[in-house]
């Protein structure tokens, strides 16, 4: 009896059983997800029953898994369909604690439905932004992977069109990060060249382009792979 009274007094006060704990101690052979779905299809959730996502992790990544957390009134149900030693122990259990259950029903405040329904709406919110935060983080480390293995540089409007920034915010920030500045060319023209802190961090060069419409060489600062990885990495800051 030691297993059930585990689970009884580890949810006593929340006035729920863990279905799958109660699954484990029945020994019943079938998958849980199909046991417990067939148990409780004449049951309403919310009310005879709550559903919580949880996100777990594995070797094999994150996985959800779906708790089911039940009223006593459902597990002595699902205990007497089971039809066997275990179900006995769990229904005479309750049986013997019920004096205890109700003197505690009387002590603590009844959690209403909606409540109950209110916590696994809010958890779900944070399970959401959870797996959001971890897309957002695979695909930096996936576009951070395609720019490590190349040798490309990149223009501030092609940076930009990655980082799915303004132009003129990628340059506001490389200006006061200390990335470019101002100099006037030979031709007396305002253009922006890398500091000398960005070439030694190898965060950014001034480069010779041709450009094919004008059929002419022109001068431009452009982003290294190894800088553009850093600005993926501090995109957010950029934004704000």
Same mark, same amino acid.
């Given at each position: 009896?030691?297993? =059930? #009274?585990?689970?009884?007094?580890?949810? #006593?006060?929340? %006035?729920?059983?863990?279905?799958? $704990?109660?699954?484990?101690?029945?020994?019943?052979?079938?998958?849980?997800?199909?046991?417990?779905?067939?148990?409780? /299809?004449?049951?309403?959730?919310?009310?005879?029953?709550?559903?919580?996502?949880?996100?777990? $992790?594995?070797?094999?990544?994150?996985?959800?898994?779906?708790?089911?957390?039940?009223?006593?009134?459902t597990a002595e149900h699902i205990a007497m369909i089971?039809?066997?030693?275990?179900?006995?122990q769990v229904r005479n259990f309750f049986r013997q604690?019920?004096?205890?259950?109700?003197?505690?029903?009387?002590?603590?405040?009844?959690?209403?439905? +909606?409540?109950?329904? %209110? =916590?696994?709406?809010?958890? %779900?919110?944070?399970? #959401?932004?959870?797996? $959001?935060? /971890?897309?957002?983080?695979?695909?930096?480390?996936?576009?951070?992977?395609? =720019?490590?293995?190349?040798?490309?540089?990149?223009?501030?409007?092609?940076?930009?069109?990655?980082?799915?920034? &303004?132009?003129?915010?990628?340059?506001?920030?490389?200006?006061?990060? +200390?990335?470019?500045?101002?100099?006037l060319d030979s031709y007396k023209t305002k253009k922006?060249?890398?500091?000398?802190?960005?070439? %030694?961090?190898?965060?950014?060069?001034? +480069?010779?382009?041709?450009? +094919?419409?004008?059929?002419?060489?022109?001068?431009?600062?452009?982003?290294?792979?190894?800088?553009?990885?850093? #600005?993926? &990495? &501090?995109?957010?800051?950029?934004?704000?």
């Amino acid at each position: 009896m030691q297993n =059930i #009274l585990t689970i009884t007094d580890k949810y #006593l006060q929340q %006035q729920t059983i863990n279905a799958r $704990e109660l699954w484990v101690f029945l020994e019943n052979k079938r998958q849980f997800a199909d046991w417990i779905k067939d148990r409780l /299809k004449d049951f309403e959730e919310n009310i005879d029953y709550i559903r919580i996502s949880q996100i777990r $992790e594995t070797s094999k990544g994150a996985t959800t898994l779906i708790e089911y957390y039940i009223t006593q009134y459902t597990a002595e149900h699902i205990a007497m369909i089971e039809r066997n030693d275990k179900g006995k122990q769990v229904r005479n259990f309750f049986r013997q604690t019920r004096d205890k259950l109700n003197m505690i029903h009387n002590q603590v405040p009844q959690i209403d439905s +909606k409540f109950l329904l %209110q =916590i696994a709406q809010e958890m %779900q919110k944070k399970e #959401l932004l959870i797996e $959001e935060q /971890k897309q957002t983080i695979d695909i930096q480390d996936n576009t951070i992977d395609q =720019i490590s293995n190349t040798q490309e540089t990149y223009s501030i409007t092609e940076a930009s069109k990655k980082l799915n920034l &303004k132009i003129c915010q990628l340059t506001q920030y490389l200006i006061d990060k +200390k990335w470019i500045r101002y100099l006037l060319d030979s031709y007396k023209t305002k253009k922006l060249y890398s500091t000398s802190y960005a070439t %030694q961090s190898n965060f950014g060069i001034d +480069k010779t382009v041709f450009n +094919k419409k004008l059929n002419s060489y022109f001068h431009q600062f452009r982003i290294t792979s190894h800088g553009m990885n850093y #600005l993926i &990495k &501090k995109r957010n800051n950029i934004d704000n």
